[in-house]
Structures are given as C-alpha cells and as structure tokens.
C-alpha cells in the first residue's frame, strides 16, 4: 500500500500501517456478518434538509467597494502585472 501511495516507510512504520490495516479489515469482516437481506438499499441516511433554495441575488455588485483595497485598477477591473508574452 505504502508503495502504491509512493510513501517511503521506515520499518517500525510499516509495522504500524500493517497492524492498522490488520484492524481496518477486521472491522469490515464483522460488518460482512451482518444479516442485511431485510434492510432497503439506501442512499441518505439522515434528512438532507434544505439542498435546494431560492436561487437569487444576495450580493448585488459595488465595483468601488470590491476595488477599495486594490493596489491598482483600471476602471472596474483590478489591474495586474501582465505575465504573458
């Protein structure tokens, strides 16, 4: 895993991932002997609440409070050293 991950692990490391891992899969081999024929696929579980809203404007545009603390503008623009050639 270490390698696939290109991590570079000193041996008391890689002792310590193997025995986390070792744990991990033990976890997972007690959820596989769960009885789950009974219970529904299922997608949320909790309520999802409010994902959808209104969609308006709530910040109206103020170019000269945007540009307040620019170093330099042009007009309504923020005016940048130019990098391309």
């Known amino acids: ?4 991950a290109r991590m570079e692990l000193d041996p008391r ?9 070792s744990q991990m899969l033990g976890y997972v081999e007690k959820l596989n ?4 024929k009974d219970v529904p696929p299922t997608a949320q ?10 969609d308006e404007v709530t ?7 945007m540009l307040a603390n ?3 503008r042009d ?3 923020f005016k940048v050293p130019k990098i391309i050639e």
């Open 33 to 36: 002997e769960l009885d789950t």
């Open 45 to 54: 579980v909790g309520d999802i609440g409010t994902a959808m809203r209104a």
């Open 1 to 4: 895993m270490a390698r696939l």
């Open 75 to 77: 007009r309504n623009y």
């Open 59 to 65: 910040n109206h545009p103020a170019p000269d409070a």
């Open 13 to 21: 490391e890689e002792e310590q991932l193997r025995s986390a891992m």
């Open 70 to 72: 620019a170093p330099a």
